[in-house]
């Protein structure tokens, strides 16, 4: 970890107003809303769509096909550097774009949420414990394996064993017993009614397949070589560089995908990608910052711009004595202004969270979150303190540009409240051991909760959750998310839901900041670029479309 030794003053109100005042004077010129509204900032949408560009099912844009040509290579810049491609590892952003061209999903999200067949050709259950689950004939992985139900059983298995790194682990042994009455069909029973079970291989490691045969061969080393059953197989991999993947030339879809390879590049800071889309090294890249919407047109790329569903927040370990304290969570909350944060980092062309759901997430209601409060922070801040003393808190941050900016804005606002910071900065699977350990007090995090919201709660939120890096517990959350879970009526599920928004606010394990925006800086000579779709990574496409001009 890089350690950034810069601890904040204590700031003054007036301080701290001069901030946000030079923020809200940019929020303006920006034509941002009023504070605390949670609305989208007026020129948020970008320009008018390039020729050419058209509307994905999820409401991003991407480039028509039009009529492909087969072969090329297209070079596409990750913000992260990977170090396996194995699928029993957590799934981050950088890992999950270039593992979805590996291993296919089983299933996946619609446009409305829904869990609908990619790989499989369906997940069924009339009692919400026992799930069937058909597989096509005739596929076959990279290595000349089957795809079969022993494959997928064998696959799920190793992610629910002791020591796996998936996130879906904990999920994954709530699975009682897996059988195969034959080669296209998987009979799952779990541990009690689980509506949203489907929903576990639609997103992260259990979509993913990997061959049992190469998993044998390889051990520990399958990371560096992975076979699965998708358009691309590994061309050669070396930890911390390239990804340099070919076309599997016997995949399930035929006539798909038409690039001959596929070339994944390190580029860790978001100005660099776009310089490098620029001059022609690379082809295309992702963005979040929405400042840089205007920079690439300008520079003459096509931007394609994406919803999203993540959004920056602050992760608090709750089994710290200092944050285990309600008051502190609810300073750390009502200390932040975060429409301030938003003009300061993000030019005010970000949404201002005013829940743990981005505003514009279909499920999303209005929760009562603390909103800014200085006054209210600084006294809850003062009662912490004549009780048990100052408090001093260390944040550990995702390397990058962004995430230092906001951590800077963040010292200076809770400096003013009476709240001193420090913090370091790690690569995401640092943070991400560190979270699963409680090995740290406060973490700056990008989580997603997908349409499929009872999930993407009880995944980082339900009490004993292998991905409740919060390390908290909260019963009456519990109580709500096993009622969702053993309803499939849709109205009934919708108000447990709202309930749930509510719930959390109450309880205040995070301190959601402003939400993620996203686009795709393209190059000229690429055709067929589809956009993104809702998943864990705002870089992910699908590349089975995408072609290059000669």
Same mark, same amino acid.
């Given at each position: 970890?890089?350690?950034?030794?810069?601890?904040?003053?204590?700031?003054?109100? +007036?301080?701290?107003?001069?901030?946000?005042?030079?923020?809200?004077?940019?929020?303006?010129?920006?034509?941002?809303?009023?504070?605390?509204?949670?609305?989208? #900032?007026?020129?948020?949408?970008?320009?008018?769509?390039?020729?050419?560009?058209?509307?994905?099912? *999820?409401?991003?844009?991407?480039?028509? /096909?039009?009529? #492909?040509?087969?072969?090329?290579?297209?070079?596409?810049?990750?913000?992260?550097?990977?170090?396996?491609?194995?699928?029993?590892? #957590?799934?981050?952003?950088?890992?999950?774009?270039?593992?979805?061209?590996?291993?296919?999903?089983?299933?996946?999200?619609?446009?409305?949420?829904?869990?609908?067949?990619?790989?499989?050709?369906? &997940?069924?259950?009339?009692?919400?414990?026992?799930?069937? &689950?058909?597989?096509? =004939?005739?596929?076959?992985?990279?290595?000349?394996?089957? *795809?079969?139900?022993? +494959?997928?059983? +064998?696959?799920?298995?190793?992610?629910?064993?002791?020591?796996?790194?998936?996130?879906?682990?904990?999920?994954?042994?709530?699975?009682?017993? &897996?059988?195969?009455?034959?080669?296209?069909?998987?009979? *799952?029973? /779990?541990?009690?009614?689980?509506?949203?079970?489907?929903?576990?291989?639609?997103?992260?490691?259990?979509?993913?397949?990997?061959?049992?045969?190469?998993?044998?061969? %390889?051990?520990?080393?399958?990371?560096?070589?992975?076979?699965?059953?998708?358009?691309?197989?590994?061309?050669?991999?070396?930890?911390?560089?390239?990804?340099?993947?070919?076309?599997?030339?016997?995949?399930?879809?035929?006539?798909?995908?038409?690039?001959? =390879?596929?070339?994944?590049?390190?580029?860790?800071?978001?100005?660099?990608?776009?310089?490098?889309?620029?001059?022609?090294?690379?082809?295309?890249?992702?963005?979040?910052?929405?400042?840089?919407?205007?920079?690439?047109?300008?520079?003459?790329?096509?931007?394609?711009?994406?919803?999203?569903?993540?959004?920056?927040?602050?992760?608090?370990?709750?089994?710290?004595?200092?944050?285990?304290?309600?008051?502190?969570?609810?300073?750390?909350?009502?200390?932040?202004?975060?429409?301030?944060?938003?003009?300061?980092?993000?030019?005010?062309?970000?949404?201002?969270?005013?829940?743990?759901?981005?505003?514009?997430?279909?499920?999303?209601?209005?929760?009562?979150?603390?909103?800014?409060?200085?006054?209210?922070?600084?006294?809850?801040?003062?009662?912490?303190?004549?009780?048990?003393?100052?408090?001093?808190?260390?944040?550990?941050?995702?390397?990058?540009?962004?995430?230092?900016?906001?951590?800077?804005?963040?010292?200076?606002?809770?400096?003013?409240?009476?709240?001193?910071?420090?913090?370091?900065?790690?690569?995401?699977?640092?943070?991400?051991?560190?979270?699963?350990?409680?090995?740290?007090? /406060?973490?700056?995090?990008?989580?997603?909760?997908?349409?499929?919201?009872?999930?993407?709660?009880?995944?980082?939120? %339900?009490?004993?959750?292998?991905?409740?890096?919060?390390?908290?517990?909260?019963?009456?959350?519990?109580?709500?998310?096993?009622?969702?879970?053993?309803?499939?009526?849709?109205?009934?599920?919708?108000?447990?839901?709202?309930?749930?928004?509510?719930?959390?606010? %109450?309880?205040? #394990?995070?301190?959601?900041?402003?939400?993620? &925006?996203?686009?795709?800086?393209?190059?000229?000579?690429?055709?067929?670029?589809?956009?993104?779709?809702?998943?864990?990574?705002?870089?992910?496409?699908?590349?089975?479309?995408?072609?290059?001009?000669?």
């Amino acid at each position: 970890m890089t350690r950034f030794n810069r601890p904040a003053s204590r700031l003054s109100s +007036a301080s701290l107003l001069s901030v946000a005042a030079a923020a809200a004077l940019l929020l303006t010129a920006c034509g941002g809303p009023a504070p605390g509204s949670g609305a989208v #900032p007026a020129d948020s949408a970008g320009a008018a769509p390039a020729a050419g560009v058209g509307t994905n099912a *999820f409401g991003g844009q991407q480039l028509e /096909v039009g009529t #492909p040509t087969d072969g090329g290579t297209l070079r596409f810049g990750i913000s992260t550097a990977i170090e396996t491609l194995d699928n029993a590892n #957590p799934i981050g952003s950088s890992i999950a774009t270039v593992t979805f061209q590996i291993y296919d999903q089983l299933l996946k999200f619609d446009a409305e949420g829904k869990v609908v067949p990619e790989l499989a050709e369906s &997940m069924t259950s009339k009692d919400l414990k026992t799930w069937t &689950m058909k597989l096509p =004939a005739g596929v076959k992985f990279h290595d000349g394996t089957d *795809f079969n139900a022993e +494959a997928v059983i +064998a696959n799920v298995k190793r992610i629910a064993a002791q020591g796996s790194k998936s996130l879906q682990s904990g999920d994954a042994r709530r699975i009682t017993k &897996m059988e195969a009455p034959d080669a296209q069909t998987v009979v *799952f029973t /779990v541990d009690k009614e689980w509506a949203t079970f489907d929903a576990l291989f639609a997103t992260g490691s259990t979509a993913m397949v990997a061959s049992p045969t190469a998993v044998a061969k %390889a051990g520990e080393k399958f990371g560096l070589a992975p076979v699965g059953v998708g358009p691309f197989k590994v061309a050669s991999f070396s930890p911390g560089g390239e990804v340099k993947l070919e076309k599997f030339a016997d995949y399930r879809i035929k006539g798909s995908p038409h690039l001959d =390879a596929l070339t994944f590049v390190p580029a860790t800071e978001n100005a660099a990608r776009l310089s490098a889309v620029g001059t022609g090294d690379l082809d295309a890249a992702a963005t979040r910052v929405a400042a840089q919407f205007g920079e690439a047109r300008n520079a003459g790329l096509t931007v394609l711009e994406q919803p999203q569903y993540k959004a920056y927040s602050v992760l608090l370990n709750l089994s710290d004595p200092v944050l285990a304290d309600h008051r502190v969570r609810e300073a750390l909350n009502a200390g932040v202004d975060r429409n301030a944060l938003n003009a300061a980092v993000f030019g005010g062309k970000h949404q201002v969270m005013t829940g743990i759901l981005n505003p514009t997430h279909p499920a999303y209601a209005d929760s009562g979150w603390p909103a800014f409060d200085l006054e209210k922070a600084k006294a809850l801040v003062s009662a912490y303190e004549a009780e048990k003393g100052d408090i001093n808190l260390d944040f550990q941050i995702p390397q990058g540009t962004e995430w230092s900016d906001m951590t800077a804005i963040l010292q200076q606002m809770y400096a003013a409240v009476g709240i001193d910071i420090k913090y370091t900065a790690a690569t995401p699977p640092s943070l991400v051991t560190a979270g699963a350990a409680g090995d740290y007090q /406060v973490q700056l995090r990008e989580p997603v909760i997908l349409p499929e919201t009872i999930g993407g709660i009880a995944t980082p939120f %339900a009490t004993g959750a292998p991905s409740n890096h919060a390390h908290g517990s909260d019963p009456a959350l519990d109580a709500l998310l096993a009622k969702a879970n053993a309803t499939a009526d849709p109205a009934e599920r919708k108000a447990l839901i709202a309930d749930m928004q509510k719930e959390l606010a %109450a309880w205040l #394990p995070t301190v959601p900041l402003v939400s993620t &925006m996203s686009g795709f800086m393209v190059g000229e000579d690429v055709q067929g670029f589809p956009g993104s779709f809702p998943n864990t990574s705002y870089e992910m496409f699908d590349a089975r479309e995408v072609w290059v001009k000669k």
